[in-house]
């Protein structure tokens, strides 16, 4: 290329690179050996070949036309629920447009905003939103950026990597005096043995002033206040709760507030631990006999962590026995204590193959079985064709508010 023309010269060869740079040594070879030889015509010879290299080598007279490209900002607007509080958001509008109106007047500059949401797993993502409005576009574009935030984000990145050479430019809003007491969780179990304590680490932080030593939190558990204590400001305490029961324990903690606070949000935080059982206790309840009643015994009983009380009902309780006393060896129906007093004390309750008869189980203990799932028991039910025979189906018993499904009255075989 040469600079000094009102053009540039390339080339476009008609050839592969390779063959043309062989025509051209070839060419010089035979130069070189007319000379060598003193023959005549060897300049002649050398002129000719390279014209025919040259016309290989398809030289072009290119003329280019430029267009600049205009410098992009990148104007990145905290939309988090933080800018709600008190004037905020009335400061963000007023310098959005102030700084609309300079950038506009300036040639050569490309203005790309970009609002930034509440994210529920990454918080205030600022430089997320930064990264996709200038992502696409080359990093030597990049004029800077200018942030109006009230300086919460929670992703920051390694400067020396995010657009180097370029400046960000911060705008804070709100007021320099502003107060405000936050209640965090810093770690929290899980998972919690059912009747143990499961600890949870909290920190009470004072920001924008120095309060009392002290904070008064209150633990609320599944909705009900179970107990209140101090914290020391600044630094992380823990304490441990009782897990009462299996499932989802949730535990709500809130802060007294401080004084003159922006906002209350931030004084209160949910935990949720999950009450799993070191051993699982199964009431199973066969009915019908079948070929399948051995498979669900021996199963659970297989399960060392399972323990497995197991009935069968044979007969109804109004049923005579006409064999002698001494010859039997069964037992009644623990109606009462299973279905009544100890009904709590089990997991999970597995009906199988049951077929409704009042004479086996009052509807006054299955409606107690209906309860109890609606209090976050377990039922399982092992049916037959009995579920869809509505005279014995255990849908026409109170039950039926607990079951996931209605029959139709229909068996299907295929």
């Not at 197991?310 to 109804?316: D, E, G, N, Q, Y």
């Not at 799932?373 to 018993?397: D, H, K, N, R």
Request: with cysteine; net charge negative.
């Amino acid at each position: 290329m040469l600079d000094w023309l009102p053009f540039n010269i390339g080339f476009a060869p008609h050839v592969p690179l390779w063959l043309l740079i062989a025509c051209a040594s070839i060419a010089l070879v035979v130069f070189v050996y007319t000379l060598w030889r003193r023959g005549t015509g060897a300049f002649a010879r050398l002129f000719a070949l390279s014209v025919l290299v040259l016309a290989l080598a398809n030289p072009l007279i290119v003329t280019e036309t430029r267009e600049g490209l205009d410098d992009v900002v990148a104007l990145v607007v905290d939309r988090t629920q933080s800018q709600d509080i008190g004037t905020r958001q009335a400061d963000t509008e007023r310098t959005l447009n102030a700084l609309r109106e300079r950038l506009g007047e300036m040639n050569g500059l490309e203005v790309r905003e970009v609002e930034v949401r509440t994210d529920p797993e990454r918080g205030t993502a600022l430089f997320g939103g930064l990264g996709a409005a200038i992502g696409q576009i080359p990093i030597d574009r990049f004029a800077g950026a200018i942030m109006i935030t009230d300086g919460q984000a929670h992703d920051p990145p390694e400067l020396e990597t995010f657009a180097p050479g370029a400046p960000v430019h911060v705008i804070l809003t709100g007021e320099r005096d502003e107060r405000d007491r936050k209640l965090s969780v810093e770690r929290a179990s899980r998972f919690s043995i059912v009747g143990e304590q499961a600890e949870i680490t909290v920190l009470v932080e004072d920001i924008g002033f120095a309060g009392a030593s002290t904070a008064m939190v209150t633990m609320h558990i599944d909705g009900e206040e179970k107990d209140a204590f101090a914290v020391p400001v600044g630094e992380e305490t823990t304490f441990e709760v009782p897990i009462e029961h299996g499932g989802e324990n949730v535990i709500e903690l809130a802060v007294e507030a401080g004084d003159a606070e922006q906002t209350l949000q931030n004084n209160s935080a949910v935990v949720v631990v999950n009450g799993v059982r070191d051993r699982l206790r199964v009431l199973l309840v066969s009915g019908q006999p079948h070929a399948g009643e051995r498979v669900w015994r021996d199963l659970l009983k297989s399960d060392p962590s399972v323990d497995l009380v197991h009935f069968t009902i044979l007969r109804p309780p109004d049923k005579g026995e006409y064999a002698p006393i001494n010859e039997l060896s069964l037992i009644v129906f623990p109606q009462r204590e299973l279905f009544v007093e100890k009904l709590s004390e089990f997991d999970l309750v597995v009906l199988d193959r049951y077929v409704n008869d009042e004479r086996v189980v009052p509807l006054l203990y299955l409606e107690n079985i209906a309860r109890y799932v609606e209090e976050g028991g377990a039922l399982m039910l092992s049916s037959g064709p009995e579920l869809a025979q509505f005279e014995t189906s255990i849908y026409a018993t109170p039950l039926a508010s607990v079951l996931p499904s209605r029959p139709i009255g229909e068996i299907v075989d295929s």
